[in-house]
């Protein structure tokens, strides 16, 4: 059978499977084994459970558990909302400055914890009722916290960086420092937006400052400037040349459990237990969706669907940024449906090399599928990031909740844009630190 033709026989069979109800991982293995044994035979089943296990004997991979205990232990503790409150008491004389702690405090929280739905409840408990109580629209006090929980997975350290970087063999530490300009800007567009609409809805007493003294400001920062200073030691601790992300993990988990012991009092063994429980279960889950695609992968190329997708897209005479734009459409289709990680690396074996051969580089190209994939978080049907907002603020219906975060989600689309048109934004960094790329 035509390579191309299979290629969408196996599209229309993953899609079938994953919509069954079936989890992502067991549903890559079923469509894998089944075009093996179709088209290759009972023999190339062989290799399947060699081809699983090793997709995970990879030492870089151990750095996925180690920062997903990093960001349970910040979770399960007062953290967030300490956070919320420090930004708050820094950032009351200026106009909006409610607004703006509370994305100030998704930017910093995400880039501690790499979760999304962490990051707005931790931030949401907190910055929704009182922005609410202030005056600010419903819309944006629910739109602002969801989507800034989506920088969760852009602002380093990522799990979906990391996913993507052992996906496609590409450095980690460039794809940690290629999310920090962008992430930036994404906070920059979303404050924006955010003191527009508030001010646009006439209600000039939310962005008028509040007062606190200089003692208030001060006794808040020594519960908050720890996991600060561990994020930046971890960020240091890579580029620097200390250590290896996951040597650096593993420390910053270790301290971060630590502090979570001395500063919030995480002494009791069943609150201990629950964070490494659900750590694991988080990890499990990843790796097991990691070695399933590897599978995935493996009979792609088996059957040269990879190849033969490639050669063709490199026949078409199109314009490059034409072919950008359809990989952008499919990858915020596939966002709308498929958590981050799935869709990586999913994708990640057909498109790479069709990026590549049109000229695009990968560093880059990782910042704007991460991107694409934050859209996913706060769009439905899946929309998580929604669902998790609608459950710490139930009386904010889900269709306002929705409407609220649709400019945020422009915001994300003019930084694509911008990205295409500046792509230093993303590359600029990495170069800078680690020397250009080969």
């Known amino acids: 059978m035509d390579p191309l033709l299979l290629g969408a026989l196996v599209a ?8 069954s109800g079936v989890s992502v991982a067991i549903g890559l293995l079923i469509v894998s084994g089944g075009f093996l044994l179709v088209f290759d035979g009972v023999r190339s089943l062989e290799l399947m459970p060699e081809i699983f296990f090793g997709k995970l004997d990879s030492f870089a991979l151990l750095s996925i558990p180690m920062f997903i205990i990093m960001g349970a232990a910040i979770s399960s503790t007062r953290a967030g909302a300490d956070l919320y409150e420090a930004l ?7 106009p909006g400055g409610l607004v703006v702690s509370n994305l100030g405090a998704c930017a910093l929280f995400a880039a501690m914890s790499g979760s999304s739905p962490a990051t707005c409840a931790a931030i949401g ?31 380093p350290p990522s799990v979906t960086m990391i996913v993507y970087g052992i996906a496609t063999e590409t450095s980690i530490g460039r794809l940690f420092l290629a999310g920090v300009i962008p992430g930036l800007m994404l906070v920059g567009l979303f404050m924006a937006w955010s003191l527009y609409s508030t001010w646009a809805s006439g209600n000039a007493a939310t962005l008028s400052p509040g007062r606190y003294s200089w003692r208030q400001r001060f006794e808040i920062l020594p519960r908050v400037l720890p996991f600060l200073v561990i994020i930046l030691g971890v960020l240091y601790a890579m580029y620097g040349g200390v250590a290896t992300p996951s040597e650096t993990a593993a420390v910053g988990a270790l301290l971060c459990l630590l502090i979570a012991m001395v500063i919030y009092r995480l002494w009791d063994p069943r609150a ?26 493996y009979m792609l190329s088996s059957l040269f669907i990879t190849q033969s997708i490639a050669a063709w897209i490199g026949t078409l005479e199109v314009n490059r940024w034409v072919l950008m734009g359809a990989i952008n459409i499919f990858l915020l289709v596939a966002g709308f449906f498929l958590p981050p990680v799935a869709v990586i690396l999913m994708a990640a074996p057909i498109l790479l090399p069709i990026i590549t051969s049109a000229g695009f580089d990968p560093i880059w190209f990782a910042v704007v ?21 609608n459950g710490i603020a139930p009386d904010i219906s889900l269709r306002t909740i929705l409407v609220g975060s649709l400019p945020y989600v422009a915001c994300m689309v003019l930084a694509i844009i911008l990205l295409c048109i500046f792509p230093g934004l993303a590359t600029w960094l990495p170069d800078l630190v680690m020397g250009p790329s080969l």
């Open 125 to 155: 408990k907190m910055g929704i009722p009182e922005m609410r109580k202030r005056g600010y629209p419903d819309g944006v006090a629910a739109g602002s916290i969801a989507a800034g929980g989506t920088l969760g997975i852009l602002i």
């Open 272 to 297: 201990l237990w629950a964070v490494l429980r659900d750590s694991t279960r988080e990890s499990v889950m990843i790796l097991f969706i990691i070695a399933a695609a590897g599978v995935f992968s």
């Open 88 to 94: 708050e008491r820094w950032l009351t004389r200026v």
């Open 369 to 389: 599928l991460t991107i694409n994939m934050e859209i996913g978080l706060i769009s439905p049907p899946v929309g998580l990031n929604l669902y998790v907002i």
């Open 12 to 19: 229309v069979a993953t899609i079938l499977v994953l919509f």
